[in-house]
């Protein structure tokens, strides 16, 4: 708790206000994927947890609000690396990107159970094969780390994705890709063999 204290002062400090509040996510909490396009799935893939589609209706609104609500936040950082990531650590945060986004090295999130994250995304984003993001620190809740992409999310094969994708185009888990977290869009959601989707 006393780190946790230190930091919000020294967060407030440099940015002037306080760290950014986890966005809610209301009804759509209760699902591991939410694909108002309806889910695709390989037989050996794995979903943990609650799957809604077109019908979750209350789950669905929830997701826009949450989206609106992840959109509305002030960055504080913007173009990061101009969207190319490379062997980068993100501390708790508003980022934007008015582009895509592909991870093609270890992205790392170094913070606490108390902090959040909120990653907007113009258009894609994109995990290269194998490419991994890991959670340092405390370590923080997935749901405290919110990814809100305004194009597609493609994880490739092997690679592993920490946090709520809110997405408004598709999400798409290759062979053997993860996600701890939840997968949440207004279009469609396919996993590959052997992916997996755990909250």
């Given at each position: 708790?006393?780190?946790?204290?230190?930091?919000?002062?020294?967060?407030?400090?440099?940015?002037?206000r306080?760290?950014p509040?986890?966005?809610?996510?209301?009804?759509?909490?209760?699902?591991s994927?939410?694909?108002?396009?309806g889910?695709t799935?390989?037989?050996?893939?794995?979903?943990?947890?609650?799957?809604g589609?077109?019908?979750?209706?209350?789950?669905?609104?929830?997701?826009?609000?949450?989206?609106?609500?992840?959109?509305?936040?002030?960055?504080?950082?913007?173009?990061?690396?101009r969207g190319?990531?490379?062997?980068?650590?993100l501390t708790?945060?508003?980022?934007?990107?008015d582009?895509?986004?592909?991870?093609?090295s270890?992205?790392?999130?170094?913070?606490?159970?108390?902090?959040?994250?909120?990653?907007?995304?113009a258009?894609?984003?994109?995990?290269?094969p194998?490419?991994?993001?890991?959670l340092?620190?405390?370590?923080p809740?997935?749901?405290?780390?919110?990814?809100?992409?305004?194009g597609?999310?493609?994880?490739g094969?092997g690679?592993?994705?920490e946090?709520?994708v809110?997405?408004?185009?598709?999400?798409?888990?290759?062979?053997?890709?993860?996600?701890h977290g939840?997968?949440?869009?207004?279009?469609?959601?396919?996993?590959g063999?052997?992916?997996?989707?755990?909250?």
């Amino acid at each position: 708790m006393l780190k946790h204290s230190w930091l919000a002062v020294l967060w407030v400090a440099a940015c002037g206000r306080p760290p950014p509040a986890p966005v809610a996510l209301g009804a759509a909490a209760g699902f591991s994927v939410l694909a108002r396009g309806g889910l695709t799935s390989a037989p050996t893939a794995t979903v943990l947890g609650d799957v809604g589609e077109a019908d979750a209706t209350d789950a669905l609104a929830a997701l826009e609000a949450a989206a609106t609500d992840a959109r509305s936040r002030e960055p504080d950082i913007t173009a990061l690396d101009r969207g190319a990531m490379v062997d980068r650590t993100l501390t708790p945060g508003v980022y934007r990107w008015d582009s895509s986004v592909r991870v093609t090295s270890e992205l790392r999130l170094d913070g606490s159970v108390h902090d959040a994250w909120v990653l907007q995304v113009a258009g894609d984003l994109v995990l290269a094969p194998e490419t991994r993001v890991r959670l340092f620190g405390d370590p923080p809740l997935s749901d405290r780390i919110v990814w809100l992409v305004a194009g597609d999310v493609n994880l490739g094969e092997g690679a592993h994705l920490e946090g709520v994708v809110l997405a408004a185009g598709s999400v798409t888990l290759q062979p053997a890709a993860s996600l701890h977290g939840r997968a949440l869009t207004l279009d469609a959601a396919l996993l590959g063999d052997a992916a997996q989707v755990a909250p």
